[in-house]
């Protein structure tokens, strides 16, 4: 079964963060004031030890998020220093079987959301998101959820 990581708002260090669309898309809005725990434990990530990667799709859904060249340029420049996991074929098999389960189990997810959980399960990366969808089907798969 899938878990919860609980660390009262901080990364634990060493740990291998996965940063979903939902944190990265608060983190680079302008009127964000840090109230967001998972925005300062992205910060945290980003000025201590932990390792944070990104995927392609989720650099993809930033970019259609956010207007600009200007945004358009600081998301290019800041996730050009990031690692960038990418799904292989298997990773897809195991997303289409991770989706079904959570499905059987009346757990709805998003054929993008089981590919992240699927590359976190995989990688053993700890996903930091602010959605819920993710928190119910970790009790259904091994996915570690931030929280």
């Keep these: 079964m899938g878990q919860v990581v609980r660390l009262q708002g901080r ?12 944190v990265w898309s608060l983190a680079f809005r302008r009127d ?6 998972q925005v300062s434990a992205l910060r945290d ?3 201590g030890d932990e390792i944070v990667v990104t995927m ?11 207007a600009g060249p200007r945004a358009r340029k600081d998301i290019i420049e800041r996730f050009a220093a990031l690692p960038l ?3 292989d074929r298997q ?24 590919l992240i959980a699927q590359l976190c399960v995989r990688h053993d990366l700890t996903l930091l ?5 993710f928190v119910h089907a970790a ?7 931030w929280k």
């Design 45 to 47: 990530a980003l000025e």
């Design 91 to 114: 990773d897809h098999i195991d997303a289409a079987q991770l989706r079904n389960s959570c499905r059987r189990a009346g757990i709805q997810v998003g054929t993008i959301d089981a």
């Design 11 to 22: 990364t634990v260090p060493g740990m291998t963060l996965l940063v979903d669309t939902s």
């Design 56 to 66: 392609g799709l989720i650099l993809q859904e930033l970019l259609q998020g956010f």
């Design 85 to 87: 996991l990418g799904p």
């Design 129 to 133: 998101t602010t959605d819920n969808d």
């Design 32 to 37: 964000q004031d840090g109230a967001v725990p």
């Design 139 to 145: 009790s259904h798969c091994p996915l570690k959820v």
